[in-house]
């Protein structure tokens, strides 16, 4: 653990499930923060600044999405972890792409929860505490690892952790496969229990956020059965290539 207190905002309107992971992030060593819905989540996200909030869905007031939407819109890139009844794929699909890091089922194990927020943090810790690269700078996109920035055309592109973290993961190693497998540790932690079509989610709204307008992708490219590879030839690369033979398919595409 960290010398400084790390600091979790629970948003949750069931007290019970509150309380049990109240105690499980105390037990850890977490300083906690709680609220009973939306509209409180959102003040005690402004003001209590958590290092993580753990999210649920179905709020009585405002649903979990539109915190998500409205945490996101404000420029805040705080790692949020959904916890929902809501099990259905587009439901999680759904919660990636507008901005969550990480997605949990209810019912979940307490142990199971505890370990997702230990590597959420962990990963975080390190990423702010390593020493890393200046700039790594492609064809029409930057990306600034020290200053944890992008810019796409000069422009800045608003990335959350997670997605910055896997943008920083490929384009350091351009034309090199990386395996969904070796993003999930990397990314998210050793031991994280994430579904590889979460991974491909996470992908593809990077891919919005940082691919030109076009047909096909010409930063990241899927590798199919295995992951994804950068492309050091950006734009160039894209205006040699012939219109066939194309291997993004599917969500990742």
Known sequence: ????????????????????????????????????????????????KPDLLLLDLML??????DVCREIRKSGSGVPIIILSAKT????????????????????????ELAARVNAKLRRQRTTQSQVRPG????????????????????????????????????????????????MIQKVWGQGADLDLRSVDAHVYRL????????????????VPGIGYRFERRGLNERLSRTVTGSDETGLAS
Do not use: Q, W
């Not at 200053?147 to 090199?176: C, I, K, Q, W, Y």
């Open 1 to 48: 653990m960290s010398d400084v207190l790390r600091r979790i905002l629970i948003i949750e309107d069931e007290a019970v499930i509150r309380k049990a992971i109240r105690m499980a992030c105390e037990k850890e060593g977490y300083e906690v923060v709680e609220a009973e819905n939306g509209m409180e989540g959102l003040r005690l996200t402004e003001t209590a």
């Open 135 to 182: 700039r790594l700078k492609f064809p029409g996109l930057i990306v600034d690892i020290g200053r944890h920035e992008v810019l796409r055309d000069g422009e800045s592109v608003n990335l959350t952790p997670t997605e910055f973290d896997l943008l920083a993961l490929l384009s350091a190693s351009p034309g090199r496969v990386i395996s969904r497998s070796e």
């Open 88 to 111: 259905e794929e587009i439901d999680i699909v759904v919660g990636l792409e507008i901005g969550a890091d990480d997605y949990i089922a209810k019912p979940f194990e307490i142990r």
């Open 60 to 65: 009585p007031d405002v649903s979990g999405f």
């Open 207 to 222: 891919r919005r956020k940082i691919e030109p307008t076009g047909p096909r992708p010409t930063y990241i490219h899927a």
